[in-house]
């Protein structure tokens, strides 16, 4: 079972800055895609950001030019770089990695880290 462990959430004023870690307990190399998500109260779970095994990124416009996702292939960690946080982008964020088995995919998440933006 992969383990997924986040950190680097908390309270930051609006235009700040948070930097989210998510440790998995296998080489990334293992994964398809590895992604941030974040679920605010009320909505529903929606996608931050993703990267891909061969590199390529994609984001939500609502993030887009603010935050930006990388990996870090010999610390087994992604990273989630926020800058100019706004109040909406308050929620818990999750990792998650994904890999393909037998034409099955599966999904792994982390526990979650809470971030919140203060106005």
């Known amino acids: 079972q992969v383990q997924l462990v986040e950190s680097g959430g908390g309270l930051v004023q609006a235009g700040g800055s948070l930097r989210l870690s998510c440790a998995a307990s296998?080489?990334?190399?293992?994964?398809?895609?590895m992604g941030w998500y974040r679920q605010a109260p009320g909505k529903q779970r929606e996608l931050v950001a993703v990267?891909?095994?061969?590199?390529?990124?994609n984001y939500a416009d609502s993030v887009n030019g603010r935050f930006t996702i990388s990996r870090d292939n010999a610390r087994n960690t992604v990273y989630l770089q926020m800058n100019d946080l706004k109040p909406e982008d308050t929620a818990v964020y999750y990792c998650?990695?994904?890999?393909?088995?037998?034409?099955?995919?599966?999904?792994?998440w982390g526990q979650g880290t809470q971030v919140s933006v203060s106005s």
């Open positions: 998650n990695v994904n890999r393909r088995s037998g034409g099955i995919l599966y999904n792994f």
């Open positions: 296998e080489s990334l190399f293992k994964f398809n895609d």
């Open positions: 990267i891909s095994s061969g590199g390529p990124t």
